[in-house]
């Protein structure tokens, strides 16, 4: 039997790491852009996505969707609604993009930005 692909874990429990990866979510919302590892961005990226996706909509079923996802934040929601979603009222999907960094300097981890196109 074949086994699916094992997502990365990042070394946390899974209420930990689903916090971890709707924190940066916030982020990202909030900056519009984050530099952070490649592996966590790749794991927000989908979500981030789905959450653009839906407030294009901007009716009450899509804002009462987006106040549960991102912690009753009214200040995020008013914003994904109002002005990062219009901006991409003729597309249909590729809201963001992931950009490779140099690697810290630190530890040598792989960095990548995630920002809005």
Known sequence: MS????????????KRRESMVRNLVLSV?????VTTTITKAKAALPMLERLT????????????????????????VKKLIKEIAPRYAKKTGGYLRVIKLKPRVGDNAALARIEYV
Do not use: C, S, V, W
């Open 3 to 14: 086994q699916r692909p094992k997502a990365p874990t990042f070394g946390r429990i899974k």
């Open 29 to 33: 919302i909030l900056y519009e852009k």
């Open 53 to 76: 996706h839906r407030a294009k909509t901007g009716d009450l079923a899509a804002k009462h969707y987006l106040m549960q996802r991102l912690f009753n934040n009214e200040l995020l």
